[in-house]
Structures are given as structure tokens and as C-alpha cells.
């Protein structure tokens, strides 16, 4: 035999559409046409299965193969907390360029003045000053910029890095992340994006595996108007009848289950060379895992399909009787008539139509009279979330049948226009059936599903359905799962909505319009300024496919309108929830890729387990794949992975909260200690002529970031749990507080920075002013220039360290080490550095420069009291928000708050937080803040307004 290929279409993305025809020449006989469809594609990546040979020609190779052209090229994926790092790196860049243009101008508007001028013995003739002016200039803003250059925290990088890496192990040990059914738990590719979880506004997800556990269960059926629900074992038998009537009718039902499908048979392994026959040892296949429901189904009820061979399908009854029906035609499922039938003809010649679908579908095909009994049914098990399928007949006489065989032949030789062909034949042929009754099937949800995507809800996530599977299938999942409600009004954009006439890009324009004005009347005018203002409109959702929407992100040329991609975003952004079905694995990331477009560039997030997710999950700001049934493909590929579905409400709600808050301290904390740091470098130089003498030892300018300051805050954002990670959990709502980028906007970058510049001139100008009177120095010493920076910078370590433990509200041992341990070693080294490493230099300048200074009682009573004017208010706002308001709100209730113990003298502590007035939490978890409850106090003092603060006392994760 040889095979030769007449004509196929051209290359194209779309998974479902190929048309062909091939040619197959056998000897001595004249050649055979058969036409080629989506059925007989085998796509690259596919398994063949049950089958043990096939002929088969390579139509397309490389990468125009349809999953290559799906495929979605891997990028470099960059969070919301990095971009707001280098905006606040280009803000603090220009601070540095002023500080140096301002100190070199200043120099030499200083030495323009004779008597300041240098000292005798450098003093240089008029001519040598003149020369090289441009130059000197040039040279002293350099050296201006080395010596500020200290403001630019590129340490911060470092620990960003480290915070980043060793933060992401606490997701891969999450045991309640771990599933006992695949031995796994959750698992990170990249560290980069932990932050991003923290900040995700839309979720787009895979229903298939995703959503579902892939398996679809028979509840239920419907004959004739009677009930039949499955209650009886297999081996109890078949199901009692309510006479000879019923019975024919039951039997005409069951054997349509049995016989319109396209279920095949897996036999069990061979044992000993042996086949295995035996019914229990066999496996139902197929594309549609309802079908496999529906054959089980009537197995149970007494009638098993044992399969196809030789174009005859064989079905044992209820008698154990074996009938045979030799198939002629299959009418395959399409997504405009929502139907699939098969045509049979029975051992005695008999010829039978068998057509099942969706009610809406079959309803208009049927006699009238038959309708209503059945219809009661299917909308109360529709309103259960049960995928709802109708079943009829039809019996043909020979005349039809060979009318109806040349047509369907005909129609799929055509290389032109074959599908809107197909589609006229089946609606000729599918048509005056009598309907016999329904079926209910269940698409089991995986465990948690529906409760994972209402906290999504809750947290101000909105969530998308990205799914190939067929609308009626998709859209009973999206009501199991709450996605819909029951009250949610549906807008469709889809081939049934649309059409396929010439005139189909008018009606999806008069569609568009109709929609995008109905739901600017009825959306809420008022949003109250949030972004997420959505959530206040609960009524809309959207269904479209993929034929629709390739509609409309490639209308035509001469088409009259080319906005139909505004407007259908716009409609999006309004509904509540969309369902986007039938799609391409390249038409899920081109609606992924559309909403990162939109304004505000919102964080998306894309959650799938197979190889057709993986497009949208490279897409997404955030890809997270499912270890699931169908390969490792998804995981592989994505960003993070996880078991189950229900493992992203903790992933996000309480990691990604967490993570964020934690790194966002870490950098305004980054930014503040800085300008600590550098600001009384700055000061000094209006007392020392601007000669770019440094204020502190060199020593103490290369260890400030690297020793004495970045154990603290590493330890807190790899431990800070400002609320239990239960609470974080049970109560989506305080995800939507730091939405938005909430703790790295410039509102809380300003205050920050307005703290470090304060916290520097305290530190600068009190050591200045407090000792230019020698009468304090009761040591009988004289303080140098070193002494003076070594008082400030040990000022500034304790401050900043101490500011830490300030905002520290989950204590471990691990926060006391790190922060007591800092302190001491900048003590031991101070010492080591002063007495022992600096008699062995050539210089002396640093020796036993601390150990004068610590010698001085009037040295420890100010750093004592500077330390306690750079925190005080703080502490002092902190006390003020809570008296007002207790006096405002509650004048009879008290609140004592008490802040964590950081220095004897402070003679608080923070770690036991001691309030008359408990906090109420509400029936689901959530945190009522009480307005004397200390995290309603703390709310009102801290620098992110929408910053919830819960003072409680927690188990530490390690």
C-alpha cells in the first residue's frame, strides 16, 4: 500500500482545525480519496495509545508544527519591588550628584574668601591657583563623590539576593504544601519572584487538572421524566421498571450511552502471553472524559460496551446478551451545534440516529411535547453544577440513510469551506429526533477548589478560566467552583452568539456595544478611588472562545471597526469573572499578555499542569504549575509548583504576603540607614573647609554596611511575621492592604527618608553641640577629630539596630542574636581595632581612640540621650495615636501598650503587649481591630497607612 498526499492547509496555530485529503493506492485497484480533519492529526508531543500500528505522513515539522507555533518564548521576568528599587536608586543618585556639586561649589566660594584661604605653609602663588582650575575642580567633585558615594546601598543588592534565596526554602518546606497522594511538596525554580506573590490582582487558571481532578462521575438520569439515580452496586443487578413501556424506553436509553460515543477499550496486560478478557481488567479510553462517565454509567445500570472491531460495536445487555451495531457514521462533537451523534444499523437492518448534547442544543431538534418533563430535570441538576446532557434518536429508512452518506462524503472531500459544510449536513440530518431523557455527570473539583478561588475573590484577586474544553463542560466547573453565581448575569461572545455568516464581524461589533453599555450603566460610579473597585459589582460574567476572540484580535482589513480589542478589554475589566473557552495554547497567553498591557500594569498569574499551559505560564508575572496528571511539562517550565490547586490560596495569602512586607522593609530600611550614615559625612565638611576629610575611619566605612548592619535585617525579613500566618490564611481580606505596591509607594519612601535625615542631624549636630564645651570632657582629655566621628557613628549603629528591634514583632532567638550580637561584636571590634590592630600601623590616628572615649562618663550620657531623642518620636507618636484615640472613640477604656525591650534606659517591652480590651475576631477569622486593641494603636502611628499590624505573640517557624 502506498499513501500519497493530495493536499493539506497550510500551516497554522489553531489546535483543532486541519484540512486534508490523502490518497491511498493499493495494488491492481483504482486509488481512494479520504479526507483528513483534526481526528486524524497526531500533534507534536501527543501519545498514541491502544493502537498498535498506524500509517503515518509528516505534514508538518520544526517550527511550524502547531504546538511550536503555540509556543510562548521564555523572558526575563522583573518584580514591582525591583522597579520601585531603581526608582528610589535614581532619587538617591541625584542626592549624591547634589551633595557633591554642593560641597564642591562650597569649597570654592570658601577659599575665594582671603582669610579663609589654606593654611601659610601650603599656600601656593596666584598664578599656581589659576592653573589647572577647570581641572581641580573637576577632580574635587570626584572626591566628593567617592566620599558620599556610601549613600548608594549597593549592599542592599547582596542582601536582596540572600533574603530572596534562603527566604524560598520556606515554601519548599511547607508541610501543609506536601501532598501524600504524589510524595511531593512545593517546589521553587527561581527566587526571584518571591515578592511578586504578594501582589497579584489577576489569576488566570487551567480547568482541566487544574480545577478539576480530571474524572469525570455518573450521578444521575432521566427517562422519559422519571428519576433515576444511581443507588444499586453493579452486581445487584439492573433497575426495576415500571412497566413493559418504561422498559423499552430505559433499554433505548442505555443502549444510546453505550453506542454514541467515541470510548475505546484498553485491555488489561498480557499475563504469561495471555491477554486478559475478563470485563474488570478492562479500561475505558477517550479525548472526552464524560464520555467514559456515561459508558460507566449504563454499566452499571446493566448495559457494558465491550468496544469496536471491525466497525462493529459490541454491547452486552442486561441478559448478558451480546448485540452488535455496525458503526457507519460518527457526527463528531462541534462547538456551534454543541452536539455528537452516530448512526448505527442493528443486526436486523434496523438503521438508528443517536444524538446527544447540551439541552439547548437538543431542545429545538425534538418534538415539542417531549420537552418539559425532561427540561425540569436538566435546569435543577444545571443549578447543582452538574455538566447536564440530553440524549435522542431518530430511526432512518434506507432512501434517507443513502441520501444522508452521499452528503457526508461529499462534504468531507471538500478542501474548501469543509467545516461550514459539515456543519449544514449535521443540521439536516440532526433533526425532528425524539427526545429519550439526560444524563447528570459530576466533574469531580479537586479538593478546596471552590474555597480556594472565593478567598482569591475575597483577597481582590480577580480569576480567569483559560480552558480548550468545551463551553457547557467548562461552564458547569465554573459554577461548582463559584466562579459564577447564581445570580451572576452571563454575557457571551462566542460562535453561537456571532454566527458564521458573512456578517459575523458585524454582529460581534453590535455585540460589543450592547455589553460595554450595559455594564457602563450598571457599574458604580463611585469606586472610592481603589483599583480593585471591581469587587463592588457582582453581577456580570463573560464567556468567549477561541474563534471569537481570534475574531477580535485579528478583525479583518475592510472590517468596521478596529477597536474591538479596547472594547472587549474594557468589558473584561467590568465582569467579575471570565470564562474563556475552546482556546489555543497561544490565544491563553495573547489574553494573559492583554491584561499586563492595561493600565496600571497589573501582576498576573497563571496556573496550569500541562504542556498546553505553558505559553500562559511564561507569559504571566507569575507562573505557577501543578504537579499533575497530565506530565511535568507545566512544572517544569514554571516559576513555581505546587500539588494541588488549593495550595495557592496559602502560597499567596500567607507566603507572598509575607515575603512582600518582609522585603519591603528591607529596602526603605536599606535607603533610611544610609542616609543615617551619610548625611553628618556631609555636615562635616561645612567645619573642615571642605577638604574631603571623612568623618569616620576607614575601617568603620567599609564594615557599616557589610558587619555591623546587615545580620539585623536579614534575620527580620527572612522571620518577621507581623501576623500569623493563620490569620494571614483565614482572612483574605488583609491581602488587599498591601496591594498595589502599598509599602514601596512614595508616600512611605518619603517618611523614610524625612526619618533618616532627621535621625542624621541629631546625631551630627548633638555630638557637636554637646562637646564644643571641653568642660564635659571630665576626663581631663581633649577630643579629637576621630573621637567626634567614632561618638557619632557608634550613635548611629545603636540607632539604627535599635530602630530594627523596634519594628520587630515576631521574636526569635535567632532576632536576639543577630541584634544583641551586632551591637556587641561593633563593641569587640571597636576595642580590637583601637588596642591592637593600630600600634602596629604607621599611623596612630585610631589608637585606643574608643577606649578614651568609653572612659567618659559624659560620652555614655550622650550617646545615651541622642540614641533616645532619634527614637522618641517615634515612640512618642505611637503613644499620642493611641490616647487620642481611646479619648476620641472609648473614653472609659484603657490601653497600655508597651514596646519591645531594646535598651535599659527605654524601659520597655514590645514582645508583651498587655491591652484591657481585646481585639473581637469575627466568625471566619478575620481581625476586627478594636480601637484599643494594640494593632489599631500601632496602625494609627505607622508610616503605610493601609499597613495591618497585628501585636501578637507567635511560635517561631524554626
Known amino acids: 500500500m502506498e499513501l500519497s498526499m493530495g493536499h493539506i492547509s497550510s500551516r497554522s496555530e489553531r489546535l483543532f482545525r486541519f484540512v486534508g485529503r490523502i490518497n491511498i493506492y493499493r495494488s491492481n485497484q483504482e486509488p481512494i480519496a479520504r479526507s483528513l480533519g483534526p481526528e486524524n492529526l497526531l500533534l507534536k508531543g501527543s501519545t498514541l495509545k491502544n493502537t498498535k500500528k498506524i500509517y503515518g505522513v509528516a505534514v508538518y515539522t520544526g517550527m511550524e508544527t502547531k504546538m511550536a507555533l503555540n509556543y510562548q518564548g521564555k523572558s526575563q521576568k522583573r518584580s514591582a519591588v525591583e522597579k520601585s528599587i531603581n526608582a528610589f536608586l535614581v532619587v538617591y543618585l541625584c542626592i549624591l550628584l547634589s551633595k557633591a556639586t554642593v560641597c564642591t561649589t562650597m569649597k570654592y566660594v570658601w577659599q575665594s574668601n582671603p582669610f579663609n584661604d589654606e593654611p601659610w605653609y601650603n599656600e601656593k602663588t596666584k598664578k599656581e591657583k589659576e592653573a589647572f582650575k577647570v581641572l581641580r575642580m573637576f577632580t574635587d567633585f570626584l572626591s566628593f563623590m567617592v566620599l558620599f558615594n556610601f549613600i548608594i546601598p549597593v549592599s542592599m543588592y547582596v542582601t536582596v539576593e540572600m533574603q530572596k534565596f534562603l527566604g524560598s526554602f520556606f515554601i519548599s518546606w511547607d508541610k501543609e504544601m506536601y501532598d501524600e497522594e504524589i510524595k511531593e511538596g512545593a517546589l521553587v525554580n527561581t527566587s526571584d519572584l518571591n515578592e511578586e506573590l504578594g501582589q497579584v490582582e489577576y489569576v488566570f487558571t487551567d480547568k482541566t487538572g487544574t480545577l478539576t481532578e480530571n474524572s469525570m462521575e455518573f450521578i444521575?438520569?432521566?427517562?422519559?421524566?422519571?428519576?433515576?439515580?444511581?443507588?444499586?452496586?453493579?452486581?445487584?443487578?439492573?433497575?426495576?421498571?415500571?412497566?413493559?413501556?418504561?422498559?423499552?424506553?430505559?433499554?433505548?436509553?442505555?443502549?444510546?450511552?453505550?453506542?454514541?460515543?467515541?470510548?475505546?477499550?484498553?485491555?488489561?496486560?498480557?499475563?504469561?502471553?495471555?491477554?486478559?478478557?475478563?470485563?474488570?481488567?478492562?479500561?475505558?479510553?477517550?479525548?472526552?472524559?464524560?464520555?467514559?462517565?456515561?459508558?460507566?454509567?449504563?454499566?452499571?445500570?446493566?448495559?457494558?460496551?465491550?468496544?469496536?472491531?471491525?466497525?462493529?460495536?459490541?454491547?452486552?445487555?442486561?441478559?448478558?446478551?451480546?448485540?452488535?451495531?455496525?458503526?457507519?457514521?460518527?457526527?463528531?462533537?462541534?462547538?456551534?451545534?454543541?452536539?455528537?451523534?452516530?448512526?448505527?444499523?442493528?443486526?436486523?437492518?434496523?438503521?438508528?440516529?443517536?444524538?446527544?448534547?447540551?439541552?439547548?442544543?437538543?431542545?429545538?431538534?425534538?418534538?415539542?411535547?417531549?420537552?418539559?418533563?425532561?427540561?425540569?430535570?436538566v435546569d435543577r441538576n444545571a443549578m447543582d453544577g452538574y455538566r447536564t446532557l440530553c440524549v435522542a434518536f431518530k430511526e432512518l429508512s434506507q432512501e434517507e440513510y443513502d441520501q444522508i452518506d452521499k452528503q457526508i462524503c461529499e462534504a468531507k472531500m471538500a478542501l474548501q469551506d469543509r467545516e461550514e459544510k459539515m456543519a449544514k449536513v449535521f443540521e439536516?440530518?440532526?433533526?425532528?429526533?425524539?427526545?429519550?431523557?439526560?444524563?447528570?455527570?459530576?466533574?469531580?473539583?479537586?479538593?478546596?477548589?471552590?474555597?480556594?478561588?472565593?478567598?482569591?475573590?475575597?483577597?481582590?484577586?480577580?480569576?480567569?478560566?483559560?480552558?480548550?474544553?468545551?463551553?457547557?463542560?467548562?461552564?458547569?466547573t465554573c459554577y461548582a467552583c463559584r466562579l459564577f453565581q447564581t445570580n451572576t448575569e452571563l454575557l457571551e461572545l462566542t460562535t453561537k452568539t456571532v454566527g458564521h455568516s458573512e456578517r459575523k464581524e458585524d454582529r460581534l461589533h453590535e455585540l460589543l456595544m450592547e455589553y460595554h453599555k450595559r455594564l457602563l450603566q450598571d457599574f458604580p460610579k463611585n469606586r472610592g478611588g481603589h483599583k480593585r473597585s471591581w469587587m463592588l459589582n457582582h453581577e456580570y460574567g463573560l464567556i468567549i472562545d477561541g474563534?471569537?476572540?481570534?475574531?477580535?484580535?485579528?478583525?479583518?482589513?475592510?472590517?468596521?471597526?478596529?477597536?474591538?480589542?479596547?472594547?472587549?478589554?474594557?468589558?473584561?475589566?467590568?465582569?467579575?469573572?471570565?470564562?474563556?473557552?475552546?482556546?489555543?495554547?497561544?490565544?491563553?497567553?495573547?489574553?494573559?499578555?492583554?491584561?499586563?498591557?492595561?493600565?496600571?500594569?497589573?501582576?498576573?498569574?497563571?496556573?496550569g499542569d500541562g504542556a498546553n499551559d505553558v505559553s500562559m505560564i511564561l507569559e504571566a508575572h507569575v507562573g505557577i504549575g501543578i504537579k499533575g496528571k497530565e506530565g511535568r511539562q507545566a512544572s517544569r517550565n514554571s516559576d513555581y509548583a505546587v500539588p494541588k490547586f488549593k495550595h495557592l490560596r496559602k502560597l499567596l495569602l500567607a507566603h507572598g504576603h509575607l515575603y512582600y512586607v518582609r522585603i519591603a522593609h528591607l529596602v526603605q530600611y536599606f535607603f533610611y540607614k544610609n542616609l543615617c550614615f551619610i548625611l553628618p559625612q556631609f555636615l562635616y565638611q561645612f567645619f573642615c573647609g571642605f577638604s574631603q576629610q571623612p568623618l569616620y575611619d576607614a575601617a568603620y566605612l567599609t564594615m557599616y554596611n557589610i558587619c555591623f548592619t546587615s545580620l539585623p535585617i536579614l534575620a527580620y525579613s527572612l522571620l518577621e511575621q507581623h501576623i500569623n500566618i493563620e490569620t494571614l490564611t483565614s482572612d483574605p481580606q488583609l491581602y488587599m492592604k498591601i496591594s498595589d505596591n502599598a509599602m514601596l509607594q512614595w508616600k512611605p519612601f518619603l517618611y523614610w527618608t524625612f526619618l533618616g535625615a532627621f535621625e542624621g542631624l541629631v546625631f551630627f549636630f548633638g555630638v557637636y553641640y554637646l562637646f564644643q564645651n571641653s568642660s564635659l570632657e571630665d576626663n581631663g582629655k581633649v577630643f579629637g577629630n576621630w573621637t567626634f566621628g567614632t561618638i557619632v557613628f557608634t550613635i548611629l549603629v545603636f540607632t539604627v539596630t535599635l530602630k530594627l528591634a523596634l519594628d520587630t514583632r515576631f521574636w526569635t532567638w535567632m532576632n536576639h542574636f543577630v541584634i544583641w550580637g551586632s551591637l556587641a561584636f561593633y563593641v569587640f571590634f571597636s576595642f580590637f581595632w583601637g588596642g591592637i590592630i593600630w600600634p602596629f600601623l604607621k599611623q596612630q590616628r585610631m589608637y585606643f581612640v574608643f577606649a578614651h572615649m568609653v572612659t567618659s562618663l559624659s560620652t555614655w550620657l550622650a550617646i545615651i540621650l541622642l540614641i533616645f531623642i532619634s527614637l522618641f518620636p517615634e515612640i512618642l507618636l505611637i503613644v499620642f495615636k493611641n490616647v487620642r484615640r481611646k479619648a476620641q472613640e472609648h473614653p472609659l477604656s484603657s490601653c497600655s501598650l508597651k514596646l519591645p525591650a531594646i535598651t535599659a534606659f527605654l524601659g520597655v517591652n514590645k514582645s508583651n503587649i498587655q491591652i484591657e480590651n481585646q481585639r473581637e475576631v469575627g466568625a471566619e477569622g478575620t481581625s476586627r481591630g478594636h480601637p484599643s486593641s494594640p494593632a489599631s494603636c500601632l496602625r494609627q502611628h505607622h508610616p503605610y497607612p493601609n499597613y495591618p499590624i497585628h501585636a501578637t505573640n507567635q511560635k517561631c517557624p524554626l
Open 428 to 476: 439536516d440530518i440532526e433533526a425532528n429526533m425524539h427526545l429519550i431523557g439526560a444524563t447528570a455527570v459530576e466533574d469531580k473539583l479537586q479538593e478546596q477548589a471552590a474555597e480556594t478561588i472565593e478567598a482569591l475573590h475575597a483577597a481582590g484577586m480577580k480569576v480567569w478560566v483559560l480552558t480548550g474544553d468545551k463551553m457547557e463542560t467548562a461552564k458547569s
Open 547 to 607: 474563534s471569537t476572540l481570534s475574531l477580535i484580535l485579528n478583525p479583518s482589513q475592510d472590517s468596521s471597526s478596529s477597536n474591538y480589542k479596547t472594547i472587549f478589554l474594557q468589558i473584561c475589566l467590568k465582569c467579575t469573572a471570565v470564562l474563556c473557552c475552546r482556546m489555543a495554547p497561544l490565544q491563553k497567553a495573547q489574553i494573559v499578555r492583554m491584561v499586563k498591557s492595561t493600565k496600571g500594569s497589573p501582576i498576573t498569574l497563571s496556573i
Open 220 to 377: 444521575e438520569c432521566c427517562i422519559d421524566g422519571h428519576k433515576y439515580k444511581e443507588s444499586i452496586s453493579e452486581v445487584d443487578g439492573p433497575l426495576k421498571y415500571y412497566g413493559k413501556a418504561e422498559k423499552c424506553r430505559e433499554e433505548l436509553f442505555l443502549r444510546a450511552l453505550c453506542l454514541c460515543h467515541t470510548v475505546q477499550i484498553k485491555e488489561g496486560d498480557q499475563v504469561d502471553g495471555l491477554i486478559g478478557h475478563l470485563e474488570h481488567r478492562s479500561t475505558y479510553i477517550s479525548s472526552s472524559p464524560d464520555e467514559i462517565a456515561l459508558v460507566k454509567g449504563a454499566k452499571k445500570y446493566g448495559f457494558s460496551f465491550l468496544g469496536l472491531e471491525n466497525d462493529y460495536m459490541k454491547v452486552k445487555n442486561q441478559n448478558n446478551e451480546t448485540e452488535r451495531y455496525q458503526l457507519l457514521h460518527i457526527l463528531n462533537f462541534d462547538p456551534v451545534r454543541r452536539r455528537m451523534s452516530v448512526i448505527v444499523r442493528t443486526i436486523t437492518g434496523k438503521l438508528l440516529l443517536f444524538c446527544k448534547g447540551a439541552d439547548s442544543s437538543i431542545f429545538p431538534k425534538v418534538q415539542q411535547d417531549e420537552i418539559q418533563q425532561t427540561k425540569a430535570h
